[in-house]
């Protein structure tokens, strides 16, 4: 059998109620995976492509939007406008049209609300050069 993962999620963000108790739990499951914390303001933490925060953190703007944030890649800006576009047509609501973002140069993203109120993003971080496309796993 094998398996064939790329790199369909980008990143999960958490909007969470208690801070403190996130980052006591995602720390300590987070140690058992080998996985250390990427750094931490007073209002968010992240590891890896998981990022949580408080609701009134600068990271979740402010506002909760539903249950989850999650980012798929995107392999250029007319990419992301295509998603922004198809997620409109298929009832999505806007949250961000298709523009630069200021979490680093190069971050273009757009935002779109699913039926739920989950808040979905499409990301492409600029020009860049892979280590690989993908992994393979076969067992």
């Known amino acids: ?38 750094g931490e303001a007073p209002d968010y933490f992240w590891a890896d492509e998981l990022f949580i925060s408080s609701a009134d953190s600068r990271a979740a703007l402010g506002a909760l939007t539903g249950r989850h944030h999650f980012a798929f890649q995107a392999k250029d800006r007319a990419m992301v406008d295509a998603f922004y576009q198809a997620g409109l047509a298929a009832g999505g609501k806007d949250n961000g049209a298709p523009g630069e973002r200021r979490y680093h140069p190069g971050y273009y993203a757009c935002f779109l609300l699913d039926p739920d109120g989950n808040n979905v993003e499409a990301v492409f971080h600029g020009e860049a050069r892979r280590s690989a496309a993908a992994v393979e796993i076969s067992f």
């Open 1 to 38: 059998m094998e398996l064939y993962r790329g790199r369909l999620i980008d990143h999960l963000h958490l909007v969470v109620r208690d801070l403190p108790a996130s980052r006591h739990f995602y720390g300590a499951v987070l140690e058992v995976l080998g996985i250390p914390t990427g």
